[in-house]
């Protein structure tokens, strides 16, 4: 009984410990009645819920006046700064935000990286949340610092959301830009391109762990490539 008591006391404090990071404990102080209830309510069970909730009754200050300069910050707990930063930099172009760039990476324990970029608004914390959950990963804590968020991120499932190539031979055609395909189980692949393309092939082949394994280039005009 004492240690379910504990757990119980130990959940919902680091509950509210969240909510404080996130919007003060001035506004925490003005709201924590409607918050609690509504938390009690709607049965919040983890950061997802909880954000959710301050972010639908406007608790989360997220938009600006006018354009101004940001730079959330990116904590990776299992720290693979490679692979992270892929699926990091792959979650913001799908939420929209194309034009960023590092400002500073430290790779000292977990690998944090922090980014600038010009936006009306903050990132949007659930929409990140859900994003980031389709590659595997889960934030696992956000706080809000000097006018910036922080966001803690656990990637131990960390995925590329990759086709699969058949266990035969398989032409692509027409391919263009970036691709990337899951081998594993493949024995052999045909890549092909239209006669009117000018095709310098350019394949890597990584781990789990987005380690480059091998590299094939060709420096002359391709039409279609054979690999193991």
């Avoid at 509210?16 to 001035?26: A, H, Q």
């Avoid at 506004?27 to 909880?50: M, W």
């Avoid at 391109?193 to 094939?216: A, G, Q, R």
Wanted: aromatic content about 14%; glycine content about 4%; some cysteine.
């Amino acid at each position: 009984m004492c240690i379910i008591f504990f757990l119980i006391i130990t959940l919902s404090f680091a509950k509210f410990k969240t909510i404080i990071n996130l919007i003060g404990e001035k506004k925490y102080n003005e709201y924590h009645g409607l918050i609690q209830t509504l938390i009690k309510d709607q049965n919040a069970t983890d950061i997802t819920d909880v954000i959710t909730i301050l972010k639908e009754n406007g608790l989360i200050e997220l938009f600006f006046d006018k354009p101004k300069i940001i730079h959330p910050k990116f904590v990776f707990l299992n720290n693979n700064p490679i692979f992270n930063t892929k699926t990091l930099y792959n979650s913001l172009n799908n939420l929209g935000y194309y034009y960023f760039y590092p400002v500073k990476i430290q790779k000292d324990g977990n690998y944090s990286i922090t980014l600038e970029l010009q936006s009306t608004h903050h990132i949007d914390p659930v929409n990140l949340i859900n994003e980031m959950k389709t590659s595997g990963c889960n934030i696992t804590d956000i706080t809000y610092n000097h006018g910036n968020y922080e966001y803690e991120i656990d990637c131990k499932n960390e995925k590329i959301n990759a086709p699969s190539i058949p266990d035969k031979l398989k032409a692509f055609l027409n391919v263009k830009g970036e691709y990337y395909f899951d081998t594993n189980g493949t024995k052999a692949a045909i890549i092909s391109t239209s006669k009117y393309d000018n095709w310098h092939p350019y394949i890597v082949f990584y781990d789990k762990n987005l380690n480059i394994v091998n590299l094939i280039a060709k420096k002359n005009r391709q039409k279609s490539i054979k690999i193991k």
